[in-house]
């Protein structure tokens, strides 16, 4: 059965600084989102990677996959305010069109 | 285009009632999805329609929750009798047929602000 683990759950960081997101899954998956939850919103899609080594940058923010390692990054550079939120990584059961959810990361950036 | 919508925003009942939750999806998108996150845990799969067809409903906790998509457009959640441990967030989702989102491989998932469910 397909798990992801996402890590850390909470990241409280300065403005200007970088840092990474990870997010391990258990077994072959099809293909990775990454998604964004501001307070009360609803889940925004940020990225789908869908193959070994595939990089989706966006702003600020760059996703990458390396399916051999199971583990997909979302790095934040030179954060700003308004990118606290929380984000998710998703995995694409294979076969399926059922999608494993990570806990989610708590991101707070600080002024 | 309007997005996916969530009805209601807030629901509050005692254990033993029953609460009914709607889903409308972006009009169009055959596959639709429920979800649920318990406070501070992961987004859980409950199931997902394929127009007005149950495809996979392996996450449903168990016969208390009652999901239809009658006429393949909206869909409702039936919590009943509901439990303290059903409180949480219920999100739904939607996406169009495989293929049809570009650049996303299919299957990207529009999804709704969700429903709060708290049961006292």
């Keep these: 059965e397909l798990k992801v683990e996402q890590n850390p759950l909470f990241l409280s960081m300065q403005e200007g600084k970088n840092y990474t997101i990870y997010c391990n899954y258990s077994t072959t998956s099809d293909r990775l989102y990454w998604y964004r939850q501001d307070p009360g919103k609803s889940l925004e899609s940020l990225f789908v990677l869908l193959s070994n080594g595939a990089v989706k940058q966006e702003g600020r923010l760059m996703a990458s996959l390396d399916t051999k390692a199971r583990l997909s990054t979302l790095h934040i550079t030179a954060a700003v305010h308004d990118l606290s939120a929380t984000y998710f990584c998703a995995a694409l059961t294979s076969g399926t069109y059922k999608y494993i959810f990570g806990t989610g990361t708590r991101l707070k950036v600080l002024a | ?120």
Excluded at chain 2, 35 to 49: A, C, P, Q, S, T
Excluded at chain 2, 71 to 78: A, D, E, V, W
């Design chain 2, 1 to 120: 285009e309007a997005g996916v919508t969530q009805f209601p925003s807030h629901s509050v009942i005692e254990k033993g009632q029953t609460v009914t939750l709607r889903c409308d999806p972006i009009s169009g998108h055959d596959n639709l999805y429920w979800y649920r996150r318990v406070m501070g845990k992961e987004i859980k799969f409950l199931l997902h329609f394929v127009k007005e067809s149950k495809q996979d409903e392996s996450g449903m906790p168990n016969n208390r929750f009652l999901a239809e998509r009658t006429g393949g457009t909206y869909s409702t959640l039936k919590v009943q009798p509901a439990e303290l441990e059903d409180s949480g967030v219920y999100f739904c989702a939607s996406s169009p047929v495989s293929g049809q989102s570009s650049g996303w491989g299919g299957g990207r998932q529009f999804f709704g602000p969700g429903t709060r469910l708290t049961v006292l």
